[in-house]
């Protein structure tokens, strides 16, 4: 039954060491989402993809990249990661939009990802 | 630019309570959707509720319902009769104009024995 799935669960990598988060669905939804949720706070967009078109939040680092190659598949690559960047990583799509009003959200299980 | 406002950080309710979870919000849009969402301690998002705001009724869905106040720009969460499962973490949410989902701090709820 699961729609939008997370690997790893839980991600572990050395301050710098480049890790790659992914994500897929089997809802065949046009748009995936990237969320950072540090601890006890909001999460806070990174950047989504409306089919393949990638729309990158203004605030994002550039350390944080992300690439689609399909539908179903959408992955989160941290270049050099930093200890700021300990935080749960929630993978999300929606369907189309469009005109059609304001679609809600499906969510992974999320990443933890800890960078010692 | 959108806002989500939760003021309550923390809440206690006793089991088989009602509890309400508050939630204003700002926005300049004048279609837009908000939403709740419940988040367990294994950090998945749990969708709860949705309210359009052209929606006339207040949405309901099981012991969820949405008490939504267009002119005071206010949108709680109502769990009626709580369940020691509903301890989670609860955000509120909106989109509007841009695709995305902007969320509110939350709220920490705790339902006690």
């Known amino acids: 039954d699961a729609m939008v799935i997370q690997n790893p669960r839980y991600q572990v990598t050395q301050f710098g060491k480049p890790v790659t988060l992914s994500c897929s669905q089997t809802?065949?939804?046009?748009?995936m989402y990237w969320y950072q949720q540090k601890s006890s706070q909001a999460p806070k967009l990174l950047f989504h993809y409306y089919d393949k078109d990638f729309n990158n939040e203004a605030d994002t680092p550039d350390n944080f990249q992300s690439r689609r190659p399909n539908t179903s598949f959408c992955f989160l690559d941290i270049r050099s990661p930093g200890l700021g960047d300990t935080a749960m990583y929630l993978c999300?799509?929606?369907?189309?939009?469009?005109?059609?009003?304001?679609?809600?959200?499906?969510f992974g299980s999320g990443t933890q990802l800890s960078v010692l | 630019a959108q806002k989500i406002t939760q003021t309550q950080p923390g809440m206690f309710v006793q089991e088989k309570e009602a509890v309400t979870l508050d939630c204003t919000y700002d926005t300049s849009d004048q279609s837009y959707g908000l939403f709740w969402y419940k988040q367990p301690s294994s950090g998945e998002m749990i969708f709860l509720i949705y309210?359009?705001?052209?929606?006339?009724q207040n949405a309901t869905e099981g012991r969820y319902s949405l008490n939504f106040q267009k002119a005071r720009k206010s949108a709680n969460l109502v769990i009626s009769a709580s369940q020691l499962g509903d301890s989670a973490m609860y955000f509120c949410a909106m989109t509007g104009s841009a695709r995305q989902l902007t969320f509110g701090s939350g709220t920490q709820l705790t339902v006690l024995p």
């Open positions: 809802l065949n939804h046009n748009v």
């Open positions: 309210q359009g705001s052209y929606d006339e």
């Open positions: 999300a799509t929606s369907r189309d939009r469009g005109r059609r009003g304001h679609e809600k959200l499906f």
